[in-house]
């Protein structure tokens, strides 16, 4: 009995070494799309960076205003 948990486990241990790399195979990575190609969406989340940065941008200028007026009150 002793025997056949050795080989057992031996070969389980070989059944992992040689199986292992190959879960590490990934399907192929999507080309994406053809820049030039008109149907190709070009926003992507960029005109809400933009929006966040002119919403960032006039909050700054609002505080900016606020805090002048409000030293020449003192």
Do not use: E, H
């Amino acid at each position: 009995m002793k025997w056949l948990n050795r080989i057992l486990t031996v070969f389980m241990i070989g059944f992992f070494v040689v199986g292992a790399p190959y879960l590490g195979f990934a399907q192929p990575v999507d080309p994406g799309c053809d820049p030039l190609d008109p149907a190709c969406p070009i926003d992507g989340g960029l005109s809400l960076l933009i929006a966040a940065g002119i919403g960032i941008g006039a909050k700054k200028a609002y505080d900016a205003k606020r805090n002048t007026q409000g030293n020449k009150d003192q």
